[in-house]
């Protein structure tokens, strides 16, 4: 959360989870980071998505996985930044790995769509697996969305380091790294990070 409200481009970070009563401890989280909090649904993502959107009245959405805990400020900008360069011409942009051979370690990115398509998505898709996962029908049907990434700069051009978060072996080597290379009041950079892997 503190790594993205870094980002430039945002207008407002919002913490979008489920209504869980095991989420509770979250909303404690969001009010000591400072940012907004949404509870929606817990596993159709699509309206929870959605609905924080339309509460907010974002015009462009930027997702932000949250398994993804190195998320770099700068990264995110230079999505946002694309997509609104060529808003005539893209539906959805992502700069996330591996996404239209970007060339990006897995962690680092995030995706941008306008709410226009989230409202068509969100009245349109109806499979459980699509609803559960927000950009998921977007990547699937590159001919019915105009799709769009940017190459990743080349000094961490690293696309098989792996920074997300989805297994207790990856908590473990987050928890590794983030003891070595965390300084306070700092962000890691992606620079130290491929130093520390290597």
Known sequence: ???????????????????????????????TVGV?????????????????????????????????????????????????????????????CSFLDNEYPDGLGAEVFSFKMMDWVHKNVHDARDREHVTTYFREHPEKFRLGTVKCPPEFRRPEIVLDINTQKHYDYMSRLFNDLSKPGQFIHIKDIIEWYD
Request: contains cysteine; negative net charge.
């Open 36 to 96: 907004e909090v949404f509870r929606g649904h817990p596993t159709d993502l699509v309206d929870r998505y959605y609905q924080a959107a339309k509460q907010y009245g974002a015009d462009v959405v930027c997702r932000i996985p949250a398994d993804n805990p190195l998320i770099h400020p700068s990264e995110i900008d230079r999505i946002i930044n694309h997509f609104l360069e060529n808003f005539e011409t893209l539906d959805f942009a992502s700069n996330i």
């Open 1 to 31: 959360l503190e790594r993205a409200k870094a980002a430039k481009l945002l207008d407002v970070v919002v913490l979008a989870i489920p209504t869980n009563k095991e989420d509770d401890v979250l909303v404690e989280l969001g009010k």
